[in-house]
Nanobody
């Protein structure tokens, strides 16, 4: 059906940068909001950033000023540029998307498989 494929995770030193990508594919009419969540071991999944189709963004206070979310609607792709990474940033990062399916009303929420971000010296 619809799949969100994430990439870009890995190991980075404190203060370093990573760029995550998430591309949606499948039977898609339109993607509305897209976002990035993260979940550290033993913690609940929390919102990091969201972006509307028109480009309006929201950031959690913990990442504001360091992370930048963007999207390419033609490619059904959302990005998360992560700068000045801190030890508290390591987590599995999941993208999600509000997707309109052909022939159906409303939006369906899809999640990516997650990509690991590790911050270590």
């Amino acid at each position: 059906q619809v799949q969100l494929l994430e990439s870009g995770g890995g190991l980075v030193q404190p203060g370093g940068s990573l760029r995550l990508s998430c591309a949606a594919s499948g039977s898609i009419d339109m993607i509305n909001a897209m976002g990035w969540y993260r979940q550290a071991p033993g913690n609940q999944r929390e919102l990091a950033a969201t972006i509307t189709r028109g480009g309006l963004t929201y950031y959690a206070e913990s990442v504001k000023g360091r992370f930048t979310i963007s999207r390419d609607n033609a490619k059904n792709t959302v990005y998360l540029q992560m700068n000045s990474l801190k030890p508290e940033d390591p987590a599995v990062y999941y993208c999600n998307a509000e997707v309109q399916i052909p022939g159906r009303l409303g939006e369906y929420l899809y999640w990516g498989q997650g990509t690991q971000v590790t911050v270590s010296s």
